[in-house]
């Protein structure tokens, strides 16, 4: 499995602004967050990058691209359909390749020197299926996200054979349907913001894609199909456009980088002074 392509969804009505803010990135140079997203699917080996985009948005993330703006290819979603109708936009620039699945609105943090799109990109390439970053996760954050149930395969730590995908589940269908044997209890496998998927899932989100739960539902259709895994990546996940996502995304970012110390050392005379 080659994976050269990537797609990075932006089209949302509430997201589209989202990857235009400006972040410090772990070295301390100040990004759009389209870039650093644009960058970790790039250090992964990816050499094409589609965004979906709402109409008329193209020059404005041209812009926030910075430097990899001539690496982009803008793909308009002609009306706010939800994030599976974003997806098949993308159709005829994926053709019949596996592609790296981004959102716009998610900043990745790896705990390892490797990112966490190139872990994944790894795990996928090894495996020579789909795959889906997750993220073990507390019950209480299920309203943000969708999840993952099946049960973890001994070959590789981190790796699991997903048998159904459920869309922002109540803790009570969760238990019943997505609890993963050696998770932590209370603890969920969500979705990361990010998936290696082959071009079987196109036809699958096109059924699908009405409602809140279509790309969640492509995904249950797939584990049905060909093999679909899910990995936990070594890293973390901050939503930007959570209450303080953008805080906790930059916080993030500049702990892991070089200046980890005086960032340290900046809080704690913040917290001094509130006391």
Partial sequence: ?????????????NQRTLPLQTLVDRDGVARTALAIIVSEALAAGVEEVAVVVSPGDEGAYARAAGI?????????QPSPQGYAHAITCAKDFVGNS???????????????KTGCAKQLVDVAI????????????????LPYFGAVGGKRLPSRDGLYEVTEAVEKPTPTEAEQRLIVPGLRAGHYL????MHILTPTVMPLLAESRSGG??????LSKLARKERYLAYEVNGRRYDIGATYGL??????????G??????????????????
């Fill in 258 to 275: 070089p200046a980890r110390e005086e960032v340290l050392s900046m809080i704690v005379e913040l917290l001094a002074a509130r006391r």
């Fill in 213 to 218: 739960s279509a790309f969640a539902g492509a």
């Fill in 1 to 13: 499995m080659k994976i050269a392509k990537a797609v990075i969804t932006a089209a949302g009505p």
């Fill in 247 to 256: 805080l906790s995304a930059q916080l993030a970012l500049s702990l892991s």
């Fill in 126 to 141: 090894a495996v020579d299926c789909a795959v889906s970053a997750v993220q073990a996760t507390h019950e209480s954050k």
């Fill in 190 to 193: 969500c979705f990361f913001g």
């Fill in 68 to 76: 990899h703006a001539d690496r982009l290819q803008f793909i308009a």
């Fill in 98 to 112: 596996p592609f790296l699945l981004m959102v716009g609105d998610h900043v990745y943090v790896s705990a390892l």
